[in-house]
């Protein structure tokens, strides 16, 4: 054996800009964190409950699957946590603990683990298992019923809710910068409109989620919402009371924007976004269900790959004569 | 390494280093080591059907044929003894032959050069001018396919931190005419566009050649986008740009043709860009067929086990396995990045996190495509996802978020679809 120093190879590059799934997933919660914060602030030890347990779950499933499916694994990377929280995010604080661990199960294993894991999921984990909840389970999901105890200094009905069932003359109580202060009802981290706008507006900046999606997602509800007020502004609510209330923010910003179940051209990105936000005002204005965003962006996850086959002709690539 | 700015989302922008950038200004001289290497690609060379053998003398200058079955010639650089001739196989599985010599005290020069430069005849000087710095395949100028109708000189460097042409056109702007001028002869006069950075343009205006700037900014110095933004010509996907009757050819290289007319002596040195383990740049002219080891102890650049060792630049480079790998033709740049500096891959599955889609010059669906490529679909991956398209600057793998060698997925894709096709051809006859 001769002493020749041994050198590390590998194919050019030989740089990386640094990016890792890991910093996205931290970042991502981090950006969260000022809406879930004023959810335990505002709800308490059981909020607290709910977002832990529910991260915590998370984890111990992904591990769980890594070990049944002999992977390395994968908690390092942050995605089953981030998973987690946006399950927490979305569920209303008196979430009973064993819809957290059912809940959590369905995110990581049926949502994510069984097609393949991380970049595989063809729809959002967290919104396969909050629509698994909704259509099992009257009521954890039915924020009235479920935040029945709780007496915070402001209207407790869910206002969407209240616009479905009392009509628009009900919900003029509900100002836009209430709204903003997460002065409403509704799931732990989703409420708080300006933390939601700040965290998304520090993720579009670093670059972490996809800006097209998100701006695209709150367009697409602000004009159907707007061209259904200006229709009937009696029957049908202003297009910002819609941007403020629901999962309107957290979707534009947290969950249309997940990485593997959505499109990453430029014109796909557009549709995908408007087209869910069409969706979810339709469904919230005609449709059965309080809120739509939650089936809105499962639905636009379901086209994506065929809107991501609307892309730029390669350069070089010689037109095929058909 | 430049990382990802903090708060920044779109395309990653690169500047190539500009040539104001060097710490030390001068060029530093290599001396001549006591042995070197040569290399010279030929295909399948077998040591026994070689024309030279071990003990032969040879002067500098002196051009060599290989075999008599293959057209591959070498002009030697140094004067000595030849003391090993051996096979090597380098990347995508070209065959060279590597042939080391104990360099003489006394140079000698063989005259069969200076004969053949004066004759201006492109047959007999073609073989003579493979081997100047900076010139790799004279032939397919001087003999291309596709008739010649631009030829351009590269005066921007190929991958960023490397500073040789810039160099090369900052300090021999005035060889540039001459050289050019004789490059018109002997390739049936084309046109020729002297492509430079902006801050250069005043030198390149000397050469008397059209000049074209670009902005510095990578990989605009890739022939394929020279084409696109200088000649608006788009070269089709899976051919190369000689296709279209465009040749390249580097500043360097057209320098080296004036001083080999003017003294008839073809020159043996080079400049090569030396990037240390801090990414300070500092340029060194060296004759060629040094060993890379050579080098780095003449600039006390430290290199140990576990350290990487690049020919070229950060992007494009290829990482090598030994120190004694000489400086060759083409060699423009040696980048050595510690151990704590490499940026290592990772087994992560594409996360679709889109970087690469933003990145990509040539706009490949880059997520897709290496999805088939992890699976070892080659043909669908040219056929529906431009694998052949792409033009090699391995922008997608300085973005990959999951850290995938989307680069060294798609070479190794584009070489087993070149195995696929001879394959083919050669079952078909």
Known sequence: ?322 | MIKKPFFGFGKPRLDYAGIEGLEQGEVKDIPLPGQAVLFVEAPHPTVSDVLFQVGDEIKTGQNLKVSPFSKATFTSTVTGTITDISKKTGYLGKTFLSVSIDVSETDQWDDAFSLAVQTSEPEKAGPYLNGLPGISDMDALIHPETPLKTIVVNGMDKDLLVTTQQMVIKSQADDLKEGIDYLKKITGNPKVILVVPPYLSTEAAKSGAQVQTITPAYPNSLPEMIMKNVLNQIVPAGTDCSSLGVGFINAEGVAALKSAITERKPPVTKMVTVIGKNEKAQMIRVCMGTPIKAVLSTLDIPLEQGDRLVVGGPMTGRSIYTEDMPVLQDTDAIMVQGKDQLALNADDPCVNCGECIRACPVNIPVNMLVRLLENSHYEEAAKDYDLLSCIECGLCSYVCEAKIPVFHYIMLGKYELSLMEKAEESVNG
């Open chain 1, 1 to 322: 054996m001769d002493n020749r120093k041994l050198f590390v190879s590998s194919h050019a590059p030989y740089w990386h800009n640094g990016s890792s799934i890991a910093i996205k997933s931290y970042n991502i919660m981090l950006a969260a964190l000022p809406a879930v914060i004023l959810g335990i602030y505002q709800y308490g030890m059981p909020a607290l409950g709910v977002v832990t347990f529910s991260i915590s779950c998370a984890m111990i499933w992904e591990l769980i699957m890594n070990f049944i499916m002999r992977r390395p694994v994968s908690i390092g990377d942050g995605n089953a946590a981030v998973i987690g929280l946006m399950l927490a995010m979305l569920l209303p604080a008196a979430t009973p603990w064993w819809v957290v661990l059912i809940g959590t199960f369905l995110a990581i294993v049926v949502g994510k683990q069984i097609f393949g894991g991380i970049g595989c999921n063809p729809l959002n984990p967290a919104l396969v298992a909050i629509a698994m909840i909704f259509l099992s389970w009257k009521g954890i999901l039915d924020f009235n019923e479920a935040l029945l105890n709780y007496e915070l200094g402001f209207p407790m009905t869910y206002p969407l809710a209240t616009l479905k069932y009392l009509g628009v003359e009900a919900v003029s109580e509900y100002g836009a910068g209430a709204l903003l202060m997460g002065c409403h009802t509704g799931g732990i981290g989703s409420t708080f409109g300006l933390g939601l706008i700040l965290g998304g507006v520090y993720l579009i900046l670093r670059g972490l989620i996809r800006w097209e999606i998100a701006i695209s997602f709150l367009a697409g509800v602000f004009i159907t919402a707007l061209l259904f007020n200006m229709a009937n502004p009696d029957a049908y609510a202003g297009p910002v009371f819609h941007l403020l209330t629901g999962y309107t923010l957290i979707g534009a910003f947290f969950l249309a924007t997940e990485d593997s179940s959505s499109p990453v051209n430029f014109v796909p990105m557009l549709l995908y976004g408007a087209l869910a936000g069409l969706l979810t005002v339709l469904i919230r204005n005609i449709g059965a269900m309080v809120d739509g965003v939650v089936f809105a962006i499962l639905m636009l996850n379901l086209a994506n790959p065929l809107l991501d086959k609307i892309r730029p002709r390669a350069i070089g690539k010689e037109m095929e004569n058909a």
